[in-house]
Every structure is written in structure tokens, then in C-alpha cells.
């Protein structure tokens, strides 16, 4: 799943996500518009999740 489309699928791990998150930044290169804001905020979202997820699967 790239940037461009987050969404419900498969639950990705949290550095999958991470790596989402930096490459939408990267090649972003300057202020994020609307829309890559709110990539960006839904792929936060999704990253705060897996990291969750991750926590409770290892305890």
C-alpha cells in the first residue's frame, strides 16, 4: 500500500507504516498540501495502532 492510499486491508506492521509515514515526507520536500496532510494524519493513525497492537502481542 503506498502513501497515496491508506486504507483498510491487511494490518501492516508499525514500521512498515513508519516508512510510509517518512517516504510521504521525503518526497514531499516542503510543507505537506491538504491532501498529504491527511495521508499523513491517517497513516499517524495507523502507525499509533500497529504500535499498540505490536505492545500488547509481546507482553
Do not use: F, H
Amino acid at each position: 500500500m503506498s502513501p497515496n492510499s491508506p486504507g483498510p486491508g491487511p494490518l501492516r506492521p508499525a514500521d512498515v507504516v513508519n516508512e510510509d509515514i517518512r517516504a510521504l515526507v521525503r518526497g514531499a520536500g516542503r510543507r505537506l498540501t491538504d491532501e498529504e496532510r491527511a495521508v499523513y494524519e491517517r497513516l499517524v493513525v495507523e502507525w499509533a495502532a500497529a504500535v499498540q497492537r505490536e505492545i500488547v502481542e509481546a507482553a
